[in-house]
Nanobody, 122 residues
C-alpha cells in the first residue's frame, strides 16, 4: 500500500521554527513530485509548496515564500518542509501528497498522508 506519513508538527511560538517530514512507505519517492498542503479550521485546503522528483524545481505559495524551504532526501525516501519565522496564520493541519509533476490541481495528487498539526501561538 502506497502511503505517506507526516511528522514534526507541534506547538511553537510566533517567530519560531519547525521542520516537517513526509516519509513514504510502500513505494519510492524518486519518481514523484511531492506537495505540501495545509488546512486551517474553517478554511479550504491550500497548497504550500511542491518539489519536483529531481529536486530541481521548487514552488511556494506567496504566503510562505522566504520563510519555508522544501527539500528532499531520496536516499531516506523523505521530503522535508523547513518552516521559519512562523506566524499565527500558519496554524493548520499540514499534509503531503504525491504527484508526477508539480501542479496546482490538488485532485492530481494522491497517497495523502493523515496530516500533522502545526499550531503557532504565544
Amino acid at each position: 500500500q502506497l502511503q505517506l506519513v507526516e511528522s514534526g508538527g507541534g506547538l511553537v511560538q510566533p517567530g519560531g521554527s519547525l521542520r516537517l517530514s513526509c516519509a513514504a512507505s510502500g513505494f519510492t519517492l524518486d519518481y514523484y513530485a511531492i506537495g505540501w498542503f495545509r488546512q486551517a479550521p474553517g478554511k479550504e485546503r491550500e497548497g504550500v509548496s511542491c518539489i519536483s522528483s529531481s529536486g530541481s524545481r521548487l514552488n511556494y505559495a506567496d504566503s510562505v515564500k522566504g520563510r519555508f524551504t522544501i527539500s528532499r532526501d531520496n536516499a531516506k525516501n523523505t521530503v522535508y518542509l523547513q518552516m521559519n519565522s512562523l506566524k499565527p496564520e500558519d496554524t493548520a493541519v499540514y499534509y503531503c501528497a504525491a504527484t508526477r509533476l508539480c501542479v496546482t490541481q490538488q485532485k492530481l495528487f494522491g497517497s495523502w498522508g493523515q496530516g500533522t498539526q502545526v499550531t503557532v501561538s504565544s
